[in-house]
């Protein structure tokens, strides 16, 4: 059931928390309200897919939410042949690259993982690209599963737009979930398995550091992990 809630901080907070935004990394973390239509904090398990760049950044953030049972790296929007890192890097197989969060909605919800992926995961406002990434498959996208999905994530992208709080449009296409293909290995938890890879320290640390200064009460310090590899 989708219900109302109503915008947890004040333009005075706000101003706050936007001071306290590293200014570090390619992009910086953008400060917006939560959204006026959410899902129930009904307890069980659902699964959401977000594309927004590099999935490893991405991946990386989901994986440091509360809530947070599952944050896989993988690809979607196109054919399960193609789902292939190489042929997906040609940019020419209609997927983008994508993360399948699985969520506890009791503990968060659909609207707050939207707030975190637009504001700290990506920038939605960047047509095929996202940073230093070039091409179709780092285009921002949300596959939704349902038609719950579908209503609250286009809600919130015409409230942002409404509001103005980014400096241009978003972007961000939202559509069917057709089928999720989970990446490589080498492709899972690389954030969490290489901190000081350069790609990763300077693109997508920051991002962990901005989850955390921005949503402690989502944030979690041991992140939940796809191989359960030793570090």
């Known amino acids: 059931m989708i219900r109302p809630v109503s915008l947890a901080l004040s333009a005075a907070s706000l101003a706050v928390l936007l001071s306290c935004v590293p200014a570090i990394g390619a992009e910086e973390a953008i400060i917006i309200p939560p959204p006026a239509l959410d899902e129930a904090r009904t307890p069980g ?6 594309a927004g760049g590099c999935f490893w950044g991405v991946q990386g953030v989901f994986q440091h939410v509360n809530g ?4 896989v790296s993988g690809y979607a929007g196109g054919r399960k ?12 197989t209609g997927h983008a690259e994508a993360v399948e969060v699985s969520y506890d909605p009791a503990k968060v919800t659909y609207g707050q993982l939207l707030q975190i992926f637009f504001s700290v995961a990506h920038n939605p406002t960047q047509l ?6 070039h091409g179709t498959q780092y285009r921002s996208a ?3 599963t349902n038609d719950e999905q ?3 994530a286009k809600a919130y992208i015409a409230q942002l737009d409404d509001t103005h709080v980014f400096a241009e449009p978003i972007v961000t ?3 069917d979930n057709r089928g999720f293909f989970p990446a490589e290995a080498y492709h899972q938890d690389f954030l969490t398995l290489n901190p ?3 790609y990763i320290l300077f693109n997508d640390m920051p991002k962990i550091e901005n989850l955390r200064l921005l949503f402690p009460g989502a944030f979690r310090n041991e992140p939940v992990l796809v191989l359960k590899a030793k570090r």
Do not use: R
Request: no cysteine.
């Open 142 to 144: 949300l596959f939704v």
């Open 68 to 71: 947070v049972t599952a944050a």
């Open 81 to 92: 042949e193609d789902a292939d890192y190489s042929m997906v890097s040609t940019g020419t």
């Open 45 to 50: 398990q659902e699964k959401a897919v977000f």
């Open 196 to 198: 000081t890879y350069p």
């Open 150 to 152: 579908e209503k609250i």
């Open 128 to 133: 095929n690209y996202q940073g230093p990434d």
């Open 173 to 175: 296409e939202v559509s």
